[in-house]
Every structure is written in C-alpha cells, then in structure tokens.
C-alpha cells in the first residue's frame, strides 16, 4: 500500500477539525492556544502534502521547496502567535488569578 495524496489530506484535516473543536470548546486560554497551534499544524500538513505530490511535478527549480517554505513562515508565525498568547494568558492570570477566557473581556473595563 503506497501512501497517497489522499492520506495527507485527510491528516491534515483531522489536525485542523481537532483545533477547530478545540477553540470551540475549551474556556481555559492554554487549552485555546494549543488549539490554535493544531489549527496550523494541519495547514502545514496540507502545505508539504500538495508540494510533494503536485507542486514537485513543475518545472522550475523553487516549485520543489515552495510548500516547506509557506510550513516554515506558519511555524515561525505559531512561535509568534505563542509568546504573545502567552503573555495575554500571564495579564489574565495576574488580574483575574484565573486562566478562564471569559475573564479576558473584563479586561476593557
């Protein structure tokens, strides 16, 4: 059985049901955080999937690196997106003595 195409998708998309269910769901900030990281990381799976099955059949020399290229720009952007969410999670917790999101719209007051 070879490994196709199809196979990757469907990861990728269980990956991005999963952050979906998990944003949806969760009330504490952390919990929302690593949803949002799943969120990403099954865009990523779609990136290398469509690069190494449809993008590698292309002729010019930098269509063979483009979806590990977008997948890099997305993890540096997860570490971003981390260190910041991270830091709204400490405020939260230092203001509240809580990690619960529904704290945070407090915080306009």
Same mark, same amino acid.
């Given at each position: 059985?070879?490994?196709?195409? %199809? $196979?990757? #998708? ?10 979906? !269910?998990? /944003?949806?769901?969760?009330?504490? &900030? ?28 292309? %002729? $010019?020399? #930098? ?10 720009? !997305?993890? /540096?952007?997860?570490?971003?997106? &981390? ?27």
């Amino acid at each position: 059985m070879q490994i196709s195409l %199809t $196979h990757f #998708l469907v990861v990728g998309a269980l990956l991005f049901t999963f952050g979906l !269910v998990t /944003v949806a769901t969760r009330r504490n &900030a952390v919990g929302v955080l690593m949803g949002v990281e799943l969120i990403l990381n099954g865009a990523n799976v779609n990136f290398v999937a469509f690069n190494r099955f449809v993008a590698s059949a292309g %002729t $010019h020399p #930098l269509d063979a690196v483009s979806g590990q290229v977008f997948s890099l720009f !997305v993890i /540096v952007l997860a570490a971003a997106e &981390a260190a910041v969410g991270l830091a709204i999670v400490l405020t939260i917790f230092q203001t509240f003595k809580s990690i619960d999101v529904r704290f945070a719209d407090l915080m306009r007051e």
